[in-house]
């Protein structure tokens, strides 16, 4: 439960970002590309030159959800007019929506895009392309020549005949780039559009040494030797990059669609081999997360326990892992999981989230069940094609408490499961309850998988991101014990044998038995026993205190006991607690079995 505090903050956090909420009074054009509050005519509460810029969002209605740019607002109509093509839908009398304190990207594009122009624009305007055509009207002065190739030596060297004997052989070496204008054909072909740095230079016979083209050069293709000044231009231009640039890449249009995207959110990718990325599973799956402007760390198994000890706003485990070796650390993960892997959904050591790993080999359909969960409610229920005849994971049976959310629409009854959610708070078939969900998603291969399902993927993971950064789940803060209650009951009959030291140590001898976490640690408050039977033999009951040095269970401390009647800590072993990663107390008698019966409590800590 979280804190009135918390509550209030996100309340004031909300009302900051929303400058006016209001209801259409009107229906707005038929295409969607405005609406109508008259209610925002002479608004006291919102200014009509603080609405353009801004961004709308549609809270009810046929195009619920959707956002888009403030263009202008009429102030005597109570009009809005929208960026573009506006929304999906008309925005119809009675349709809740918000004005939110958030500049349109569409805009931030548009204002971008007017600064660079086109290469249209005349010498004289002030956009990028303007000053570039000014700066190469200007030729012949040192900024560029231009010239026919004459020659092909090799790979890296061709001649410029009509520039023999003009210039020095330092004249061109590393300060110029050569770039290619048109093919000689005529058709576009490679390596015309490309540049590379020119390395050096003959000036007796025009020979230019240049860095390799993707294609070699031909007599007849036309070049522009660039200073190197003016190259840079082109640099800052690529740097720029377009509106069509995907997230993952390093231009200005990349790092906007970051931020308004993957709002800066960390990824844990869990493959099977870091080193060497399957391409479908791998591969494909990492670029999508990144072109949705996620920032996605890759690991593999071995990986694991380092990776967690970073903050992650969800984990997606890749359709490349085939077993659970080394993943009993995602266990405890304090981050929502989406996993890829049926083998790992399955596994008693991960997730428990069902049994019975299998698979359906050229499947392109997948069949909805259940649309009712948040981020499935605009997808009908019924066969649904999600890829393009690529094999898909599925569980035979799923964990009790799991909620199937989709089947595969071949096999024996339809039954098997191939979209299932664990609700955080809730146990897996373990027994065990994590604070965050727990998805397994049965299409891995990312290269086959079409548009339909790539959207769903991006709505989960924004759903998953909500999630960790607005649910009111309880999460263990760093470096501060949550105190264990109830107690944990003690009923043993320890015997004489030890057969396995912890954590393997036989249920019969465990007085304590706290095993080792990924970052956690332990402190051990109390412990309070009644020993009334000693075994035979000599009547001797030994216990050792075991703790973890070096990630082993050690022994610290052994004690017997020659006395029925109660113990506790300080009895035993002479310490009011016990600090270590992992805690242990093991009995045994000399002869036959004895008996204990107790309570302890201990309290955990998140490194």
């Given at each position: 439960?979280?804190?009135?505090?918390?509550?209030?903050?996100?309340?004031?956090?909300?009302?900051?970002?929303?400058?006016?909420?209001?209801?259409?009074?009107?229906?707005?054009?038929?295409?969607?590309?405005?609406?109508?509050?008259?209610?925002?005519?002479?608004?006291?509460?919102?200014?009509?030159?603080?609405?353009?810029?801004?961004?709308?969002?549609?809270?009810?209605?046929?195009?619920?959800?959707?956002?888009?740019?403030?263009?202008?607002?009429?102030?005597?109509?109570?009009?809005?007019?929208?960026?573009?093509?506006?929304?999906?839908?008309?925005?119809?009398?009675?349709?809740?929506?918000?004005?939110?304190?958030?500049?349109?990207?569409?805009?931030?594009?548009?204002?971008?895009?007017?600064?660079?122009?086109?290469?249209?624009?005349?010498?004289?305007?002030?956009?990028?392309?303007?000053?570039?055509?000014?700066?190469?009207?200007?030729?012949?002065?040192?900024?560029?020549?231009?010239?026919?190739?004459?020659?092909?030596?090799?790979?890296?060297?061709?001649?410029?005949?009509?520039?023999?004997?003009?210039?020095?052989?330092?004249?061109?070496?590393?300060?110029?780039?050569?770039?290619?204008?048109?093919?000689?054909?005529?058709l576009g072909a490679a390596p015309q559009g490309e540049m590379q740095p020119c390395s050096g230079f003959s000036g007796t016979d025009a020979i230019f040494?240049?860095?390799?083209?993707?294609?070699?050069?031909?007599?007849?293709?036309?070049?522009?030797?660039?200073?190197?000044?003016?190259?840079?231009?082109?640099?800052?231009?690529?740097?720029?990059?377009?509106?069509?640039?995907?997230?993952?890449?390093?231009?200005?249009?990349?790092?906007?669609?970051?931020?308004?995207?993957?709002?800066?959110?960390?990824?844990?990718?869990?493959?099977?081999?870091?080193?060497?990325?399957?391409?479908?599973?791998?591969?494909?799956?990492?670029?999508?997360?990144?072109?949705?402007?996620?920032?996605?760390?890759?690991?593999?198994?071995?990986?694991?326990?380092?990776?967690?000890?970073?903050?992650?706003?969800?984990?997606?485990?890749?359709?490349?892992?085939?077993?659970?070796?080394?993943?009993?650390?995602?266990?405890?993960?304090?981050?929502?999981?989406?996993?890829?892997?049926?083998?790992?959904?399955v596994s008693a050591n991960v997730f428990s989230l069902g049994a019975t790993a299998g698979t359906e080999a050229a499947q392109t359909d997948i069949e909805?069940?259940?649309?009712?969960?948040?981020?499935?409610?605009?997808?009908?229920?019924?066969?649904?094609?999600?890829?393009?005849?690529?094999?898909?994971?599925?569980?035979?049976?799923?964990?009790?408490?799991?909620?199937?959310?989709?089947?595969?629409?071949?096999?024996?009854?339809?039954?098997?499961?191939?979209?299932?959610?664990?609700?955080?708070?809730?146990?897996?078939?373990?027994?065990?309850?994590?604070?965050?969900?727990?998805?397994?998603?049965?299409?891995?291969?990312?290269?086959?998988?079409?548009?339909?399902?790539?959207?769903?993927?991006?709505?989960?993971?924004?759903?998953?991101?909500?999630?960790?950064?607005?649910?009111?789940?309880?999460?263990?803060?760093?470096?501060?014990?949550?105190?264990?209650?109830?107690?944990?009951?003690?009923?043993?009959?320890?015997?004489?044998?030890?057969?396995?030291?912890?954590?393997?140590?036989?249920?019969?001898?465990?007085?304590?038995?706290?095993?080792?976490?990924?970052?956690?640690?332990?402190?051990?408050?109390?412990?309070?026993?009644?020993?009334?039977?000693?075994?035979?033999?000599?009547?001797?009951?030994?216990?050792?205190?075991?703790?973890?040095?070096?990630?082993?269970?050690?022994?610290?401390?052994?004690?017997?006991?020659?006395?029925?009647?109660?113990?506790?800590?300080?009895?035993?072993?002479?310490?009011?607690?016990?600090?270590?990663?992992?805690?242990?107390?093991?009995?045994?008698?000399?002869?036959?079995?004895?008996?204990?019966?107790?309570?302890?409590?201990?309290?955990?800590?998140?490194?």
């Amino acid at each position: 439960m979280v804190s009135r505090g918390h509550a209030l903050s996100r309340d004031a956090l909300i009302r900051t970002l929303t400058a006016y909420s209001g209801i259409t009074s009107e229906d707005g054009a038929g295409d969607g590309t405005t609406l109508v509050d008259t209610n925002l005519i002479d608004n006291p509460s919102i200014s009509p030159s603080g609405i353009p810029e801004k961004t709308v969002l549609i809270m009810s209605g046929d195009a619920r959800g959707e956002d888009k740019g403030s263009a202008s607002f009429n102030n005597a109509t109570g009009a809005i007019t929208l960026q573009g093509a506006g929304f999906s839908a008309q925005i119809k009398a009675g349709t809740i929506f918000r004005i939110l304190n958030i500049s349109s990207i569409e805009i931030d594009v548009a204002n971008i895009d007017t600064k660079i122009g086109t290469n249209t624009d005349p010498a004289g305007t002030t956009t990028l392309f303007a000053w570039l055509l000014k700066i190469f009207t200007l030729g012949g002065q040192g900024g560029f020549y231009y010239g026919k190739v004459t020659q092909v030596d090799d790979n890296t060297n061709f001649r410029v005949s009509g520039l023999a004997g003009i210039f020095d052989d330092a004249y061109f070496a590393n300060t110029y780039r050569v770039y290619v204008v048109r093919d000689a054909a005529g058709l576009g072909a490679a390596p015309q559009g490309e540049m590379q740095p020119c390395s050096g230079f003959s000036g007796t016979d025009a020979i230019f040494t240049h860095t390799v083209f993707t294609a070699d050069l031909a007599v007849d293709d036309e070049v522009l030797l660039l200073h190197e000044r003016i190259a840079e231009i082109a640099d800052l231009v690529a740097l720029i990059g377009t509106a069509a640039d995907n997230g993952d890449l390093s231009t200005l249009f990349a790092k906007l669609k970051q931020q308004y995207l993957g709002i800066h959110a960390h990824v844990l990718l869990v493959v099977a081999d870091a080193s060497a990325l399957d391409a479908d599973m791998d591969t494909a799956l990492k670029n999508e997360l990144e072109d949705r402007g996620y920032v996605v760390q890759v690991a593999d198994p071995t990986d694991i326990a380092g990776n967690l000890e970073l903050a992650f706003d969800f984990i997606v485990v890749s359709g490349s892992i085939t077993v659970d070796t080394n993943l009993g650390n995602l266990r405890d993960a304090e981050s929502p999981v989406i996993c890829h892997s049926a083998a790992v959904a399955v596994s008693a050591n991960v997730f428990s989230l069902g049994a019975t790993a299998g698979t359906e080999a050229a499947q392109t359909d997948i069949e909805i069940i259940t649309n009712t969960i948040i981020w499935l409610i605009a997808t009908a229920t019924g066969d649904l094609t999600v890829t393009a005849s690529a094999t898909i994971n599925h569980m035979q049976t799923k964990a009790a408490n799991a909620l199937k959310i989709a089947e595969t629409s071949i096999g024996s009854g339809n039954t098997f499961h191939t979209m299932v959610r664990l609700t955080q708070g809730v146990a897996d078939d373990s027994g065990y309850i994590a604070n965050f969900d727990r998805y397994f998603i049965g299409v891995k291969d990312f290269t086959a998988a079409n548009a339909v399902f790539k959207a769903l993927m991006a709505t989960l993971w924004e759903h998953v991101l909500h999630e960790v950064r607005f649910s009111e789940v309880t999460v263990t803060p760093k470096r501060v014990y949550q105190e264990q209650i109830p107690d944990t009951a003690i009923s043993i009959s320890p015997d004489d044998t030890l057969t396995n030291p912890p954590p393997n140590a036989d249920a019969a001898n465990s007085v304590v038995d706290i095993d080792k976490k990924t970052n956690r640690t332990f402190v051990l408050r109390s412990l309070f026993i009644n020993i009334s039977a000693l075994g035979g033999g000599t009547a001797t009951m030994t216990f050792k205190l075991w703790v973890d040095i070096g990630g082993t269970p050690t022994e610290v401390d052994s004690v017997d006991v020659t006395s029925t009647g109660y113990q506790n800590l300080m009895d035993l072993f002479g310490l009011p607690e016990v600090h270590a990663d992992s805690i242990h107390i093991t009995a045994t008698v000399n002869a036959a079995t004895g008996t204990i019966a107790g309570i302890y409590r201990y309290a955990e800590a998140k490194k």
